[in-house]
Antibody, heavy 119, light 111 residues
């Protein structure tokens, strides 16, 4: 079955760019949409956006100006870039799959990676 | 402020039933299906109900979902201590080029 694993720096300085990668195993990146979701400590879930292997993307309107999500079919992985980060971007970042906008339940999820924004 | 509205907390005793509500609008719940997730402490969320009322394999039939108009509900019967978790609803929202929206989450306590 499909498994997802997030990777990237656990600490990012304010005003810099947060970069994470999600490696897909047990399945192909061409089969689904691939998502990033975050959860600030002690708070709820926030959808960041998703990408299809073709490059089609959907983004959270509140984050759209700072977010880029891209797919790398050669490495079977996808990535998140979030620019101009502040302390408010400190969160556990999850990657997850869904089949499409109208079949949009997230399954599976990665285990999550904590990213702290601090100088 | 989350686009979908859930009560912040709910509780029940073992064996009882509890219902968690999720309220939205015509651009999300009113025109698209609703999904529910369970998040146990320190773990990633897990899909509990998809497409309003479908259970993935392995999810007990004590969990059920429903939708009416711009609201949805998650019902849990025969509460067990292991049901103590955070529960989130989500849906696709057709506004602003389309995006996923979540509820703020409901912390379920089994007394």
């Amino acid at each position: 079955q499909v498994q997802l694993q997030e990777s990237g720096p656990g600490l990012v300085k304010p005003s810099e760019t947060l970069s994470l990668t999600c490696a897909i195993s047990g399945g192909s990146i061409t089969s689904s949409y691939w998502n990033w979701i975050r959860q600030p400590p002690g708070k709820g879930l926030e959808w960041i956006g998703c990408v299809y292997y073709s490059g089609r993307t959907y983004y959270n309107p509140a984050l759209k100006s700072r977010v880029t999500i891209s797919a790398d079919t050669s490495k079977n992985q996808f990535s998140l870039k979030l620019t101009s980060v502040t302390a408010a971007d400190t969160a556990v970042y999850y990657c997850a799959r869904f089949l499409g906008p109208y079949t949009n339940w997230f399954d599976p999820w990665g285990q999550g990676t904590l990213v702290t924004v601090s100088s | 402020q989350s686009v979908l509205t859930q009560p912040p907390s709910a509780s029940g005793t073992p064996g009882q039933g509890v219902t968690i509500s999720c309220s939205g609008s015509s651009s999300n719940i009113g025109s698209n299906t609703v999904n529910w997730y369970q998040q146990l402490p320190g773990t990633a969320p897990k899909v509990l109900i998809y497409s309003n009322n479908q259970r993935p394999s392995g999810v007990p039939d004590r969990f059920s979902g429903s939708k009416s108009g711009t609201s949805a509900s998650l019902a849990i019967s025969g509460l067990q201590s292991e049901d103590e978790a955070d529960y989130y609803c989500s849906a696709w929202d057709d506004s602003l080029n389309g995006h996923v929206v979540f509820g703020g989450g409901t912390k379920l306590t089994v007394l």
